[in-house]
């Protein structure tokens, strides 16, 4: 009858211990975190008025995504789209592309303003919420 018990390979390795990957966790969370006096958006090679791809240090999908989205919102913006180049970088490019009338440069700007507003917006909306059931709970 064959042992039930695990079989070691020459592949197999020791599982590491919590505090080992805890530590290890903090170092990438330390690495991927920027000084406040760091360029954190570049504008990539190739870059004109009405298109251009913007690089962005320590940012991912989270970002990319709904700055694509804030974006797109904009009459004056023909496309936005961002890409991660690869998983193990902690970078993330957006490409605009604009109409006539107004810049990449005006676009991303009022893409910022416009994600910024609309967390202000949820932020309030959540905190009125959490504080009317906290009081319908407190009675």
Do not use: W
């Not at 251009?52 to 936005?80: Q, W």
């Amino acid at each position: 009858m064959p042992s039930r018990e695990p079989q070691e390979t020459a592949g197999d390795q020791p599982m590491p211990d919590a505090s080992a990957t805890e530590a290890a966790q903090e170092d990438h969370a330390h690495a991927s975190t920027l000084d406040h006096g760091e360029q954190r958006i570049r504008v990539l090679p190739g870059a004109t008025e009405a298109a251009a791809s913007f690089e962005f240090e320590g940012e991912d999908h989270t970002l990319g995504n709904a700055l694509r989205y804030i974006i797109m919102k904009n009459p004056e913006v023909e496309f936005c789209g961002y890409s991660i180049p690869h998983p193990s970088e902690a970078k993330m490019n957006v490409r605009i592309q604009t109409y006539d009338g107004t810049t990449v440069y005006d676009a991303l700007e009022k893409g910022f303003d416009d994600l910024r507003d609309l967390c202000d917006v949820v932020a309030d909306k959540f905190t009125t919420a959490r504080d009317e059931f906290a009081a319908k709970e407190s009675t």
